[in-house]
């Protein structure tokens, strides 16, 4: 029998080029993906609410109209009329004039205030001033650092 003879020729394959080339590609991946989520989470987010009728519900058939409640006072929305809170209580604000309209057409309108965390001294004040006229509200709140997009809807939406 013969014995089998191993050449010291033989051909070796070292994998530690290509483990070293492998770490080095997953560690650029990694920065990578932390790199664009730190970007996607940095971004101020913008929140778009259409103003449409309601179709269902308490307030069915009625157009909404929108006020934003900030911590100095209050934005009337799609005119982007700013009301400070000093003159929330004066009758010719434009935010009163806006509840006496919405008031006198109180089965084809009502109020939705948008809130954010800050505005919360202003809502009440709002709130209390739309009670006591017997208008509908309703209130959404969003993040005090959120952009906000109120549009008109089409005449062809349901």
């Not at 050449?7 to 070293?20: A, Q």
């Not at 989470?41 to 109209?65: H, V």
């Not at 209390?128 to 005090?144: A, C, L, S, T």
């Amino acid at each position: 029998m013969r014995r089998r003879s191993f050449s010291k020729n033989s051909l070796e394959v070292e994998l530690f080029p290509f483990l070293s080339i492998l770490a080095c590609t997953i560690g650029t991946l990694i920065l990578l993906i932390i790199v664009l989520t730190t970007q996607l989470l940095k971004n101020e987010r913008e929140i778009t609410i259409i103003a449409k009728q309601e179709t269902t519900g308490e307030n069915q058939g009625k157009i909404p109209k929108y006020i934003e409640c900030r911590e100095d006072g209050v934005l009337l929305h799609p005119s982007q009329v700013f009301v400070p809170k000093s003159e929330i209580d004066n009758r010719r604000s434009p935010l009163n004039q806006l509840i006496r309209e919405v008031q006198k057409n109180k089965d084809k309108q009502y109020l939705i205030v948008v809130l954010r965390p800050q505005g919360i001294d202003v809502f009440q004040q709002v709130r209390d001033m739309v009670e006591k006229r017997g208008i509908d509200i309703g209130y959404e709140p969003i993040d005090q650092d959120w952009k906000l997009k109120i549009e008109e809807a089409n005449n062809n939406e349901n």
